[in-house]
């Protein structure tokens, strides 16, 4: 599904295929760098939207801010690629909550049929393209304590398999897990409205056939794990 990962550095990026039903495009950055894609960090508030700039400001420390604002500079970098407009032109909303109703759901282009996600952690972002709804997530791996908070949490199969490992073993397979959880969530548009229970993503190597789902883990950074989400049709509102 994914058989390449692009690097976005300092330097303008070069447009490569376009994403396709079957092959979703996915962007890496790290985020510690302070030119994005031939944009200087200094200058994103002209390019960030309102909301942007106004949630950059609620960091309290400067590394949470710049990492915040690379990875939305990065965003729309990405995104004036593939519509070939000026990245500060470009609207951002959300959807609905299926949920709720409320608009905090997926976040989307108004109008247009490309679905996009971003995920960051630590000092790395991913950001997926596709045709239809999608969800990136990468997580860093956790601290014991994190596990043992979060253990309750998951489907239970999950669980089970978490406490059945080594201990040295659980960071990465949890790590692995929430990705894929939360790749999932994303797609979907829910989040962790409804808890982590559902889907089932399994914390073994390779992740399991999930309906309604295609799910793949991605290449990382050391001590981080990522996973990728698509929805087989775009109706599906529930996370089950």
């Known amino acids: 599904m994914i058989e390449h990962i692009n690097q976005l550095g300092a330097n303008p990026p070069v447009p490569g295929p376009a994403p396709t039903p079957t092959t979703p495009v996915v962007w890496a950055l790290n985020t510690t760098i302070h030119t994005v894609g031939g944009h200087h960090v200094t200058d994103a508030h002209t390019i960030l939207d309102a909301n942007e700039n106004e949630r950059a400001t609620r960091f309290h420390t400067p590394g949470l801010t710049h990492r915040y604002t690379t990875s939305h500079l990065a965003l729309r970098t990405i995104l004036a690629l593939y519509l070939n407009q000026p990245a500060h032109t470009i609207q ?9 109703g409320q608009p905090h759901g997926r976040p989307n282009l108004p ?130």
């Open 92 to 100: 951002l909303t959300r959807e609905d909550c299926p949920c709720c």
């Open 111 to 240: 109008g247009n049929p490309l679905h996009f996600s971003l995920s960051h952690s630590g000092d790395h972002a991913y950001i997926a393209l596709a045709t239809t709804p999608v969800g990136i997530d990468i997580e860093e791996h956790p601290t014991p304590q994190t596990i043992n908070d979060v253990l309750h949490l998951l489907h239970p199969t999950e669980t089970q398999e978490l406490t059945t490992l080594p201990t040295h073993e659980r960071t990465t397979a949890l790590a692995r897990c929430w990705a894929r959880k939360e790749a999932c969530l994303k797609a979907t548009g829910t989040g962790l409205a409804n808890g982590l229970t559902h889907p089932y993503v399994s914390t073994h190597p390779t992740p399991p056939t999930i309906p309604g789902y295609h799910l793949t883990d991605l290449p990382t950074p050391p001590h981080h794990q990522a996973a990728l989400a698509t929805l087989t049709h775009t109706t599906r509102t529930d996370n089950t």
